[in-house]
């Protein structure tokens, strides 16, 4: 082969320029034959002389393989700066500041972070953290338990928005020194707060851990944040969970741990704790519980105030807001804490065993003169206010304590005037706990008065007062049955959803039941329901008239049982249950227990929610929630939640204005004629219970709806007691002292208001002539006859009266709350079944039905308060019957 046809030898360097010229050749030519580096004989024509170039071959299949995958097209040339860089082991074209996502690398590992980047990331985030906490512990204070002792004072203002009240604040607050807290009580703190106090730096991670495990395992257990931590809380009025708030805290605690000495820490914390009673501090907490000196205290006195720091509203046996802080069970939980925190003692070395086994007993704490600046009902007032704002808002009892809220309240201080004055008026003339010191002296009242048209709670009557020691709101109480005051629900669901004999219409007013005494109650099927002795039950009446069949509207004029304890049955229980929750009643305070008796009132609603149901019947069919509050300011800002509840209809307004006739009639012929002195239309329904352990009455107008009840309780056991003998009668029935005070107050609330009156009650139902059915069932009561059953009319004079014990002769006088006696000189219709052949509103329990219902100090419901469930003491008084000791109804609570 000629000189002249050879190639040029090609440049030695190689690399992506080369693999580039390799791939670029004539796809018809054919590669150069391997090299035989052994051989001397010269290579051919396009062969490389010398020296391979670098890469040249290998660089030359991959170009190669990239044409293929190509296709025909050829790639661009690349910029003569950049072909050099681009080699697989060139250097990059351009350094960067932060090589990321890398350069040098391929594939998923350019996002691989180099060890410099991370190392570099990390001292730069620690330098920027320990800049910030420079700037924040400059920026921050620390806490000043002197500014603290200046907090705001809750005002709490009247329905014309003149002051009420006002609470907390900086009264009943001493800061003392360290060298006056003894040793003990602060052992006591360290052991339930916060174990690694002495060593923490403020914050102690290892400890919030250590209490979300305790709590998953439902243990006891100390609090997640330190005592520097809590320290610091205490001194922020904004209590608002949010980031910022957090940081601050966290940070100032991370100050004040680094900064200060543990003791002054600790003096700080226990100066500026709020442990119930309105006692802010150690020194007034202890002058409080104990009427001591803080330095006097004993370590078992110091355990039971380290108890109330976990939160006074609960552990306080004195009871707080809401019903899980009723005072039986806030006692059981300090005693359990109580112990609880002196074995933690033992267990972190800070009192010996020896030592803890001379503490058996709970200290005995000196009497609660809490708010003792609140006289007459404000106390109670400003409960039912607190409990509201807490319903209504995420505030809780030890934030609202902190002060610096204005709680404009919907209560009208001349009518609350009047209802004092009505209740201290029939006490006075009533009891006399001197002559009668068995049956005069533990005699409760409880009322409220409730706006129709808006549900505003314009009233109420909680007890004598704070003042004198009564704590418990009697106008929001559980426990206490209300008796015939029941069964206007039952009438209203009957004509709501009628009977099985009655068809699909509702059931009238006029329809009429068996009145008779001890009458066998069926079931819906027509089956007698059993007893626990497995014999028919037999409701019982308290008059053993027998009445035979009665209108609906005649039975609850003489608050006769059989007729409602049948009619419930028919009606179903659960449409009852209803009707009352849709009224306003609180499904938890409701008897559980579905036997006749629930008909006959074996429920415990509070005052505040019977007046708001009725109410409803009042409004034509329309609810309204109750309601205290108004409107909530907090440093100025008007607070959400705080709206007028809206109305919802219910109940068609003709059933809603057909209950009211009936209960006019209660109140113009009935057992609550008291009620008539009132000189303008009202209506309502006497209701008394077993043993005559409560009496209750509760009308309306169509303006105001108010509930009076009367009843005993045994200030030890909270059991409800009978009032027999009270007032020196026999027994006191829901139309004699509730209608009194019920007509005082009410005459003197509605003062300079036309009278008015309601809406006509249209025709309504289906009239059945006996028991819910068509025609009359003889066979019900085989045994009746003409004389057995007179038909009871309403021209009946008291000369018809069975018992002439019950009434007076015509040259007798009527004695003041001689209940026996028709000062009137009418036919009243009493409770007892004296004049005007009257029934009974006795709606007492069966061996089945209810409980003796002990009072609570903290009550259902409300203003609106919380959901609160019934409190009673789980015990039946040994007899059958409906409170009037007749046969039980599924045997012992069945």
């Known amino acids: 082969m000629s000189e002249h046809r050879r190639k040029p030898s090609q440049p030695q360097d190689g690399g992506r320029a080369a693999a580039r010229r390799a791939a670029q050749q004539p796809s018809g030519r054919r590669a150069a034959p391997t090299r035989d580096t052994n051989s001397t004989t010269e290579m051919p024509s396009g062969s490389y002389g010398g020296e391979r170039p670098p890469g040249g071959r290998a660089e030359a299949r991959r170009a190669a393989q990239r044409g293929a995958s190509g296709g025909s097209r050829r790639r661009a040339a690349e910029p003569?700066?950049?072909?050099?860089?681009?080699?697989?082991g060139g250097p990059p074209g351009k350094d960067r500041f932060i090589n990321y996502p890398r350069s040098d690398r391929y594939g998923w590992r350019r996002f691989v972070p180099s060890w410099k980047l991370v190392g570099g990331s990390c001292l730069g985030f620690f330098a920027l953290l320990v800049a910030g906490a420079g700037v924040a512990f400059a920026w921050v204070d620390k806490p000043n338990p002197q500014l603290m002792a200046e907090a705001e004072n809750n005002v709490f203002y009247w329905s014309d928005k003149t002051q009420l009240a006002a609470t907390g604040g900086q009264r009943n607050r001493q800061i003392v020194t360290i060298d006056k807290i003894p040793e003990h009580m602060q052992n006591a703190v360290i052991a339930a707060e916060n174990e690694s106090f002495d060593e923490d730096w403020g914050v102690d991670p290892m400890g919030i851990a250590r209490a979300v495990w305790n709590m998953a395992k439902g243990g006891e257990t100390q609090g997640g944040s330190t005592i520097t931590q809590q320290y610091v809380k205490n001194n922020y009025l904004d209590q608002d969970q949010t980031l910022k708030r957090k940081f601050t805290e966290l940070i100032i605690s991370i100050k004040v741990g680094v900064t200060d000495k543990k003791p002054d820490i600790m003096a700080g914390y226990l100066n500026t704790a709020y442990f119930?009673?309105?006692?802010?501090?150690?020194?007034?907490?202890?002058?409080?519980?104990?009427?001591?000196?803080?330095?006097?205290?004993?370590?078992?006195?110091?355990?039971?105030?380290?108890?109330?720091?976990?939160?006074?509203?609960?552990?306080?046996?004195?009871?707080?807001?809401?019903?899980?802080?009723?005072?039986?069970?806030?006692?059981?939980?300090?005693?359990?804490?109580?112990?609880?925190?002196?074995?933690?003692?033992?267990?972190?070395?800070?009192?010996?065993?020896?030592?803890?086994?001379?503490?058996?007993?709970?200290?005995?704490?000196?009497?609660?003169?809490?708010?003792?600046?609140?006289?007459?009902?404000?106390?109670?007032?400003?409960?039912?206010a607190k409990k509201y704002v807490m319903k209504q808002t995420n505030i809780t009892p030890e934030k609202l304590e902190r002060g610096g809220y204005r709680v404009y309240t919907t209560f009208d201080r001349k009518k609350v005037e009047a209802m004092e004055r009505a209740v201290n008026k029939t006490k006075k003339e009533f009891l006399d706990p001197k002559e009668r010191p068995e049956t005069d002296k533990l005699v409760q009242f409880g009322s409220a008065s409730v706006d129709v048209k808006t549900g505003a709670i314009v009233a109420l009557y909680g007890g004598d007062g704070w003042d004198k020691k009564h704590f418990t709101n009697n106008a929001d109480t559980s426990g206490v049955p209300v008796g015939s005051t029941w069964k206007p629900y039952v009438l209203a669901a009957a004509m709501e959803y009628g009977t099985p004999n009655s068809g699909p219409d509702g059931l009238s007013p006029n329809s009429k039941y068996n009145g008779n005494d001890l009458t066998v109650i069926n079931n819906?099927?027509?089956?007698?329901?059993?007893?626990?002795?497995?014999?028919?039950?037999?409701?019982?009446?308290?008059?053993?008239?027998?009445f035979g069949y009665v209108t609906l509207t005649k039975a609850m004029e003489k608050s006769?049982?059989?007729?409602?304890?049948?009619?419930?049955?028919d009606v179903g229980l659960s449409n009852v249950r209803k009707m009352a929750k849709d009224t306003g009643i609180l499904e938890s305070s409701m008897d559980p227990n579905n036997n006749a008796s629930f008909s006959l009132?074996?429920?415990?609603?509070?005052?505040?929610?019977?007046?708001?149901?009725?109410?409803?019947?009042?409004?034509?069919g329309e609810h309204v929630e109750p309601y205290s509050v108004s409107k909530v300011l907090f440093n100025g800002e008007v607070q959400p939640g705080f709206d007028k509840p809206a109305s919802k209809r219910v109940m068609d307004d003709n059933i809603a204005d057909n209950v009211t006739d009936v209960l006019k009639n209660v109140v113009e012929n009935g057992t609550g004629t008291k009620a008539k002195k009132l000189g303008r239309p009202a209506a309502g329904k006497t209701g008394t219970t077993d043993k005559n352990k409560s009496a209750w009455f509760v009308g309306y107008t169509p303006q105001l709806s108010t509930a009076v009840t009367l009843f005993r309780t045994d200030p030890e056991s909270r059991k409800l007691l009978s009032m027999n003998g009270t007032g020196g009668?026999?027994?006191?029935?829901?139309?004699?002292?509730?209608?009194?005070?019920?007509?005082?107050?009410?005459?003197?609330?509605?003062?300079?208001?036309?009278?008015?009156d309601f809406?006509?009650?249209?025709?309504?139902?289906?009239?059945?002539?006996?028991?819910?059915?068509?025609?009359?069932?003889?066979?019900?009561?085989?045994?009746?006859?003409?004389?057995?059953?007179?038909?009871?009319?309403?021209?009946?004079?008291?000369?018809?009266?069975?018992?002439?014990?019950?009434?007076?002769?015509?040259?007798?006088?009527?004695?003041?709350?001689?209940?026996?006696?028709?000062?009137?000189?009418?036919?009243?219709?009493?409770?007892?079944?004296?004049?005007?052949?009257?029934?009974?509103?006795?709606?007492?329990?069966?061996?089945?039905?209810?409980?003796?219902?002990?009072?609570?100090?903290?009550?259902?419901?409300?203003?609106?308060?919380?959901?609160?469930?019934?409190?009673?003491?789980?015990?039946?008084?040994?007899?059958?019957?409906?409170?009037?000791?007749?046969?039980?109804?599924?045997?012992?609570?069945?």
């Open 601 to 620: 009132g074996t429920s415990t609603p509070s005052a505040i929610r019977m007046a708001n149901s009725y109410a409803t019947f009042a409004a034509s």
């Open 276 to 384: 119930g009673r309105d006692a802010y501090g150690i020194q007034a907490a202890s002058q409080a519980y104990f009427g001591k000196n803080c330095d006097r205290l004993k370590p078992d006195e110091s355990a039971f105030l380290a108890n109330l720091l976990k939160g006074p509203n609960l552990y306080n046996p004195d009871g707080g807001i809401g019903t899980a802080a009723e005072p039986a069970k806030n006692r059981a939980r300090a005693e359990e804490r109580w112990k609880w925190i002196l074995d933690r003692e033992v267990e972190v070395g800070r009192m010996t065993p020896a030592e803890r086994a001379t503490y058996t007993k709970f200290p005995k704490l000196k009497d609660s003169g809490q708010a003792s600046g609140l006289k007459g009902q404000k106390g109670y007032l400003v409960e039912t």
């Open 524 to 546: 819906q099927q027509g089956q007698p329901l059993m007893n626990n002795k497995g014999e028919p039950f037999r409701q019982k009446n308290e008059d053993p008239t027998p």
């Open 729 to 756: 009668v026999p027994s006191i029935h829901g139309g004699d002292i509730p209608a009194e005070v019920w007509t005082n107050y009410m005459r003197d609330a509605l003062e300079g208001l036309p009278a008015s």
């Open 80 to 88: 003569a700066g950049r072909a050099a860089g681009r080699g697989r």
């Open 759 to 894: 809406p006509e009650a249209g025709p309504i139902g289906a009239k059945a002539d006996a028991d819910g059915a068509p025609s009359p069932k003889p066979s019900i009561t085989p045994s009746r006859t003409p004389s057995q059953t007179p038909s009871p009319t309403p021209s009946q004079t008291p000369s018809q009266t069975p018992s002439p014990s019950e009434t007076p002769s015509p040259s007798e006088s009527c004695k003041p709350f001689d209940w026996a006696c028709d000062d009137d000189g009418k036919n009243g219709g009493t409770d007892t079944g004296g004049t005007d052949v009257g029934g009974t509103d006795t709606g007492g329990t069966t061996d089945g039905g209810t409980t003796d219902g002990g009072t609570t100090d903290a009550g259902t419901t409300d203003g609106g308060t919380t959901d609160a469930g019934t409190t009673t003491d789980g015990s039946t008084e040994g007899k059958p019957g409906n409170g009037n000791s007749n046969g039980g109804l599924f045997g012992g609570g069945g």
């Open 560 to 569: 006769i049982n059989t007729p409602f304890a049948q009619l419930g049955m």
